[in-house]
């Protein structure tokens, strides 16, 4: 591999709320829906030499190890308007540990600025109307889930625009990185 490749790194919503998720994304007409796995994003995409990739998995086994598993509540919806078209659900329960792990994962090799302040989320509707994006905004209110947390993942964004997970890193065991390659 030479050249940059595009990476980034989330919190997976697990089954069976991450297809769900997907499924209402994809019925509100986001383009995108079918192409990034639900989640919580840690580090946004990101480009990094295709040869740096050994390094920033030891960079993220060290970030993973220093964490500890919690619990993720999403409860209703949210949204960036009018900043930026997105509708999302909020997260009420484990937000300060997301920002943790982002502020962690974010840090050294991957250290970057972001456009906006870090605010941990699950995207549901992104540039679309402003019709769907009330409807998502309405039909989300009263959404709930509550789930584990113990890890996040490498992705990467292929060339067919789809992005896949490379690796999972499971909080306080650096060792134990899975490679889902």
Not at 19 to 44: E, F
Not at 106 to 123: D, Q
Not at 124 to 146: P, Q, S, T
Request: charge should be neutral; proline fraction near 9%; aromatic fraction near 8%.
């Amino acid at each position: 591999m030479t050249g940059p490749i595009t990476i980034g790194v989330s919190i997976a919503v697990p089954e069976p709320y991450g297809q769900a998720i997907q499924d209402a994304r994809a019925g509100y007409g986001d383009p995108l829906a079918r192409s990034i796995p639900t989640h919580v994003t840690l580090l946004p995409p990101t480009e990094v030499p295709a040869g740096s990739l050994p390094e920033v998995e030891r960079h993220l086994a060290a970030a993973a190890a220093g964490q500890r598993p919690f619990r993720l509540l999403l409860h209703g919806s949210g949204t960036f308007r009018p900043v930026s078209p997105v509708v999302f659900l909020r997260v009420e329960a484990g937000a300060r540990e997301c920002r943790l792990a982002e502020a962690a994962v974010r840090s050294g090799l991957l250290a970057r600025e972001l456009n906006f302040p870090y605010h941990p989320h699950v995207t549901v509707a992104h540039a679309v109307g402003e019709e769907a994006l009330d409807r998502a905004y309405a039909e989300l209110k009263g959404y709930h889930a509550d789930f584990g947390v113990s890890g996040f993942s490498l992705y990467r964004f292929g060339a067919d625009e789809v992005w896949r997970p490379l690796r999972a890193f499971p909080f306080g065991r650096a060792e134990r990185a899975r490679d889902t390659r």
